[in-house]
């Protein structure tokens, strides 16, 4: 059974960086799309970055790119989100989830994904 596992989350001021790691277990990684979702509080779940697996590419939410980058190491099956320029609407819990889809108009639709992790809290303060 495929399972992911986030990591990296915490409390940083505006203007600072986090990096947070997805492991994914269970599957062969290379087969599966690994992307970024966050919610904060009162919020629908939002797309943040993903990567499909078939040929690469990578897509971003227009909030986050340039700021965001998200790569993938497939010696240890893992995906990071490099989050630089931190600001305080930033602050979410944020999921990785796997697909093995690979369709770009559906890739960054929440429900394009069937395994998700357990969320790991970012918070930026002012």
């Known amino acids: 059974q495929v399972q992911l596992v986030e990591s990296g989350g915490g409390l940083v001021q505006a203007g600072g960086s986090l990096r947070l790691s997805c492991t994914l277990s269970?599957?062969?990684?290379?087969?599966?799309?690994v992307g970024w979702f966050r919610q904060a509080p009162g919020k629908e779940r939002e797309f943040v970055a993903t990567?499909?697996?078939?040929?690469?590419?990578?897509y971003y939410a227009g909030s986050v790119k340039g700021r965001f980058t998200l790569s993938r190491d497939n010696r240890e099956n893992t995906v990071y989100l490099q989050m630089n320029s931190l600001k305080p609407e930033d602050t979410a819990v944020y999921y990785c989830?796997?697909?093995?889809?690979?369709?770009?108009?559906?890739?960054?639709?929440?429900?394009?994904?069937?395994?998700w992790g357990q969320g790991t809290q970012v918070t930026v303060s002012s």
């Open positions: 989830a796997g697909t093995r889809g690979t369709d770009s108009s559906r890739i960054l639709l929440v429900d394009e994904y069937v395994y």
């Open positions: 269970g599957g062969t990684f290379t087969r599966y799309s």
């Open positions: 990567n499909r697996w078939s040929d690469g590419s990578l």
